[in-house]
């Protein structure tokens, strides 16, 4: 093992660049070569953006740990999905001589991941890296403590103006296809509702509008306070901004708001940072001892491994205890008026 390629794609998540560093560094210890490709997998397919790559030095990661974003750039990269563009990945691969490939991202990225060692021989290695903790194996991906603060952050602030003017709010957050945000946000911001794909089915859409209609003016009447609701984006149909309309033909006085992308960025809190620099360790002495098609995943604290398409193939699920949770929470408060 003379030369490890790593590159960051889809979603970046902040703690990317403490996994880079720490490839980096372990990868020194070893006396192995770290070469960086820019902007996802399209740093192996698109000329321009192959001539970018480099060896990074020790310097190149100096100072980067408590960065957003990603050193190497990220994007999706649909050539990926065909034989051209995977082909073409195989063949950068071979010119600069690299052993193994270590991809930090999330499903999409392992997708590619899987697909591309029908062309190239060499290990390839995942590290979870997403805000979206959809990863099957691992209990977080890197990113995801981050994301989950910067919005309880947001919704806090939110809070006072909701307060104020005793108004209701809809605030709509990331996850693709998956509830970990929202339900644990919901949680921390102690959200009068949570709704994400573990608690709400599109056809009770009509009835779930009534039923929290209700609600709100009931709080609003009985305690004179602010009313939260957090929804998974990709939920309702319109989003959080259709269900504040709807809400307002109901005569409730209620604005959306959509976190959008402040959820993937600024610097990684302790958690992401530490997660991410033991999956880099972990994914370097993986490809030593000659591990390949796995995701470098954590349980319990500690490290192990997961083959790619174990991660990959069923989006983990949001814990029926965090769900059962948010109910009971919900439930006593109702109760308690607190
Ligand atoms: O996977 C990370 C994520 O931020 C999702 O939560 C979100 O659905 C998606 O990426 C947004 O992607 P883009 O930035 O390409 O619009």
């Known amino acids: 093992m003379k030369r490890i390629g ?78 051209q563009g995977l082909q073409a990945a195989a063949d950068t691969l071979a010119a600069e001589n690299i052993d193994a490939l270590v991809v930090v991202g999330g499903d999409g990225s392992f997708t590619g991941l899987i697909a591309l060692q029908a062309y190239w021989q060499g290990q390839v290695i995942g590290i979870p890296g997403t805000i979206d903790n959809d990863l099957a194996g691992t209990d977080f991906t890197i990113g995801f403590a981050t994301a989950v603060n910067t919005a309880i952050e947001a919704i806090d602030k939110i809070r006072d103006t909701a307060d104020a003017f005793e108004r209701a709010f809809i605030v709509e957050l990331m996850g693709r296809h998956s509830g970990h945000i929202t339900f644990n946000v919901g949680i921390a911001c102690a959200a ?48 959080a901004t259709a269900l504040a309309q709807q809400l307002q033909q109901q005569g409730i006085e209620c604005t959306a708001c959509v976190l959008g992308h ?14 991410a620099t033991k999956m880099g360790v972990a994914a370097v002495q993986a490809l030593i001892s000659s591990k390949s098609n796995i995701m470098i995943a954590e349980q319990h604290s500690a490290m192990c491994h997961i083959t790619l398409a174990e991660a990959i193939k069923q989006g983990k699920l949001v814990s029926q205890q965090l769900v059962d949770a948010q109910q009971n929470i919900l439930a006593l408060t109702a109760q308690t008026q607190c």
């Open 6 to 83: 790593i590159l960051t794609s889809g979603g970046d998540a902040p703690g990317m660049n403490a996994a880079i560093r720490s490839v980096v560094l372990a990868a020194h210890h070893y006396h192995i070569d770290v070469v960086g490709f820019y902007h996802g997998y399209n740093g192996l397919i698109e000329p321009e953006y192959v001539q970018q790559s480099k060896v990074l030095t020790l310097a190149d990661v100096n100072g980067i740990i408590h960065c957003g974003g990603t050193i190497l750039k990220s994007a999706r990269c649909p050539k990926m999905h065909t034989e």
């Open 192 to 239: 009068e509702q949570v709704l994400s794909f573990e608690n709400f089915s599109p056809q009770h859409a009509t009835q779930t509008l009534v039923t929290i209609a209700k609600e709100i003016k009931q709080a609003q009447q009985e305690r004179h306070s602010s009313y939260i609701i957090v929804i998974a984006e990709n939920l309702w149909q319109g989003g």
């Open 262 to 275: 402040i959820q993937r960025g600024g610097s990684p809190v302790a958690k992401d940072r530490i997660l």
